[in-house]
């Protein structure tokens, strides 16, 4: 698996990382413990060294599962979690919370779960208006000083944010939304974080699944699947946009790779520094992401993808509009 580095903080992890949430969270039953572990190490077998937790997965069973599947490899691998929720702090479920009281409370609990005595990158995982966000990259800052966390990273934030927290404590890497089909973070983001030598990792970088091709205008996600109320994942918006899916097949057909490869390998290729971390339950599909490390796009290549995908509207939100209401804009 080929490294790359995070921006200019010298943080360096493999080129495709691994998002565990899925494992736990977000997309129906949780896997069991055997086979969630069964599939993180697979991961590290081949090559990842970045991993993606955070503790509002379950809750805490997300951080729980990656402590224990990489307690033997600690050394070799690297570990990111988010801290920003008040699942912990006796306030509502999935409210805001980033007080950097609570921010300590919840790394602590974090580093015991994890296992480790260090956290190598801390995200704060949405932001909190109730709190500057100074306050926010101060007390991380202190974290770091104490030798309890190594890096500082964003989630979800906008240039405006990302400028002031950078200026207290160096932000190491920005996790967003940002695929083939979310393309927003080409307009603003992307420009800052080059600017501010700032990573990119890419959450969903396969559109929680719908570009990988396997999921029709008519499948039914399981209970509990957050697709379920996505807008973007109606059947109408599903059979709207099979159109984009189509157009990535002859892509991915032409250069004799899967849907999903051409979907990494493309955010790869925009810039050196981003970092996609798709998740799944499956080995089978581990094998089939990895992979798209090895495939190289030609200017040409890339040129033809853009052509083809300007020419095709995405349907549908990405998120509710409860969900919008915690990205900051």
């Not at 896997?31 to 590290?44: E, F, L, N």
């Not at 920003?84 to 580093?111: C, K, Q, Y």
């Not at 089978?284 to 490390?293: K, T």
Request: net charge negative; charged share 25%; aromatic share 6%.
């Amino acid at each position: 698996m080929q490294k790359r580095k995070l921006g200019h903080s010298g943080l360096e992890v493999s080129a495709i990382g691994y998002g565990c949430m899925g494992l736990s969270h977000g997309y129906g039953p949780a896997a069991d413990t055997k086979d969630g572990v069964k599939v993180i190490r697979a991961a590290v077998d081949r090559g990842v060294t970045f991993f993606d937790t955070a503790e509002v997965y379950g809750p805490f069973t997300n951080e729980e599962l990656l402590g224990e599947a990489l307690a033997p490899v600690r050394d070799k691998v690297i570990i990111a979690t988010k801290f920003g929720f008040g699942v912990s702090s006796g306030t509502p479920a999935r409210a805001l919370d980033s007080r950097p009281e609570h921010i300590r409370a919840v790394t602590e609990a974090s580093l015991k779960r994890l296992k480790t005595d260090v956290v190598d990158l801390l995200y704060q995982h949405r932001v909190d208006p109730e709190v500057p966000i100074e306050d926010v990259a101060g007390e991380v800052k202190t974290l770091i000083a104490e030798g309890k966390v190594k890096y500082f990273g964003l989630s979800e934030a906008s240039v405006k944010t990302i400028r002031r927290a950078h200026a207290v404590q160096p932000v190491t890497a920005l996790q967003s939304e940002y695929s083939l089909w979310w393309r927003e973070p080409e307009a603003e983001i992307l420009p800052a974080l080059e600017e501010l030598g700032i990573g990119f990792v890419p959450f969903s970088p396969l559109g929680r699944g719908f570009l990988t091709g396997a999921i029709t205008a008519t499948e039914e996600f399981a209970s509990g699947d957050i697709r379920n109320t996505i807008p973007r994942f109606s059947a109408e918006a599903r059979e709207a946009n099979q159109a984009l899916i189509d157009a990535l097949g002859g892509i991915a057909e032409a250069k004799g790779a899967t849907k999903a490869q051409i979907a990494l390998a493309w955010l790869l290729a925009r810039k050196p520094w981003i970092v996609p971390i798709p998740g799944t339950t499956k080995l089978s599909r581990l094998e089939e992401n990895l992979g798209a490390a090895e495939i190289t796009l030609t200017t040409s290549d890339l040129a033809q993808i853009e052509a083809t995908l300007a020419a095709i509207p995405v349907e549908g939100a990405r998120y509710t509009e409860q969900m919008m209401r915690m990205v900051d804009r």
